[in-house]
Structures are given as structure tokens and as C-alpha cells.
């Protein structure tokens, strides 16, 4: 038996739809002493058609609904594919075996990760929180090194991802006018992009953004994560220092009985 997948999508004229991208996010609002303050959207003020989730037991994927929002706040992780380009006879096919595996782990994941947007092996993922992020980049990193047999050599699994991970608030948020798939905007975005492209290949790598004059302190992922210090950098195009620190396996849990 032949098994197909298909995407399901909900189409709703635009004057009767719900705008997700005013419902999302944080605004800024002056406060009543002139300061430059925040506030969380108020969906309840935004008026539209809302339609429950197609929910299936046969659901390989998370749908629109399932897009981390609460408080205004997401962590946003970037994956760049490195090294495909070596070998292009074999590229198109590689790309669909790392596809699944990227897919695979997001999912393993409680609530799962969800995918924004997949261009050529880069991804745009979101995900509730960081520890999420980093769990799956470094689980990815795992599969990757562990071998996948349907993976054509040669191919560098060891050093086969930049993997670049940042939390924050975001602007807003709704369906891609294309894809029907989230869509996040803010300086978030730009920055996690910024700290994916700075990894070294093989890379899990957070980003701690940093006001002036300030220090950041290790994020603690628990005793099975190695958390280290790259450096304060300046990215391109971001105007304030970027914490960079790099995660991995600590040796002990990477031992395979």
C-alpha cells in the first residue's frame, strides 16, 4: 500500500479573518512619566473567525496553533545545513533524509518544536523555551554523528549543522501568507540568524543579548549540558554585544553503553 501525506490548510476570506499579527506579540507604549515601556497584545480586543485544530491521530506535523506565543515571548533557533554544497550529484537527496531527522526531533519534544519556515537545509524553528532549543540542536548533533543509513556519503556528520538558538519577545506573529505557517517578526529573528551564522560547524550556540556595561552569567541547561563562554561579539547588523556560548554533552552522558 502506497501512503501519501498531504498539508491540510484553512482558507478564510481576509475581511473575516482573525489577525493573529495584531492579537501576538508585544507594542511599545510610552509610559505617563515619557519612558519607553512594553505591553502584551490583548487578543481579546482583535475580532475575526477562529476554527478549532483538524486534530488526527495520523498528524505527522504541529499545525499554526501549535506556534509557541505566550507572554509575547519565543525562542527562535536557526539550523544551517553546511557541506551539502561539496557534493551537489547527491545534495537534493541528502537534504530530504536531513529533513526527516529535523523534523523527528522537534517532535520528540514536550510541547514540540515547530517549524516556521525550511529554505534549501536552513530552517527557522520556534520553540516555548531555550532548554527546548538547545536539547533538540544537540540531540540533532547526535543523530547526525550516530550514523543514518539512508545518508549518501561522503558527508561530514560530525560538522554537518550551525545551530543557532535566542529567547526573547517578538512583535508579532501569524500565518505566512504563503505557506499558512508562522510567521515571527522583531529583532529577534535577525539576531538568532546572526548567532546561527556565527557558529563553527558542528555548533549548538545560544545568544544572550546584553545592555551596556553588562555581564551574562552561563544559562544552565542541568548537569547533562556543557555550557561555555565564545566571547562578547558584535554581529553583523545588531547594534548591541552578543553573549555567545556554545552547548554540548557533558563527556560522561556522552558515553554509549
Known amino acids: 500500500t502506497t501512503r ?6 484553512q482558507l478564510v476570506p481576509s ?21 519607553m515601556e512594553y505591553e502584551i497584545k490583548d487578543a481579546s480586543s482583535v475580532t475575526g473567525r477562529l476554527f478549532p485544530p483538524l486534530t488526527s491521530k495520523r498528524q505527522l ?18 539550523v544551517y545545513t553546511v557541506g551539502l554544497d561539496e557534493n551537489p550529484d547527491i545534495k537534493t537527496k541528502n537534504l530530504g533524509v536531513i529533513a526527516k531527522s529535523v523534523r523527528k526531533k522537534m517532535l520528540v519534544l514536550n510541547p514540540p518544536g515547530y517549524e516556521c519556515q525550511e529554505d534549501n537545509g536552513c530552517w527557522m524553528l520556534a520553540f516555548d523555551r531555550m532548554a527546548h532549543a538547545v536539547t533538540f540542536g544537540i540531540q540533532l548533533k547526535a543523530a547526525m554523528q550516530a550514523g543514518i543509513e539512508d ?24 500565518p505566512h501568507k504563503t505557506t499558512g505557517m508562522a510567521d ?14 556565527n557558529c563553527e560547524p558542528g555548533q549548538v ?14 544559562p544552565d541547561f542541568g548537569p547533562s549540558i556543557d555550557v561555555n563562554l565564545q566571547g562578547i561579539k558584535k554581529l553583523k547588523g545588531i547594534t548591541i554585544d552578543m553573549a555567545i556560548f556554545a552547548c554540548s554533552k557533558t563527556r560522561k552522558h556522552n558515553v554509549v553503553k
Open 151 to 174: 545518508l549518501v556519503a561522503p558527508v561530514d556528520c560530525d560538522n554537518m549543522f550551525k545551530v543557532g538558538i535566542l529567547s526573547g519577545p517578538f512583535t508579532s506573529m501569524g
Open 61 to 78: 506535523t504541529t499545525c499554526f496553533l501549535n506556534a509557541p506565543y505566550a507572554n509575547g515571548r519565543v525562542t527562535i533557533c536557526f
Open 15 to 35: 475581511e473575516l479573518a482573525f489577525d493573529f499579527f495584531e492579537a501576538r506579540g508585544r507594542r511599545d507604549v510610552l509610559s505617563e512619566d515619557g519612558k
Open 205 to 218: 550556540c545560544v545568544g544572550i543579548p546584553l545592555s551596556n556595561g553588562v555581564t551574562a552569567d552561563p
Open 184 to 197: 515571527y517578526f522583531g529583532p529577534i529573528v535577525n539576531r538568532a540568524a546572526r548567532v546561527a551564522s
Open 4 to 9: 501519501y501525506t498531504r498539508r491540510v490548510m
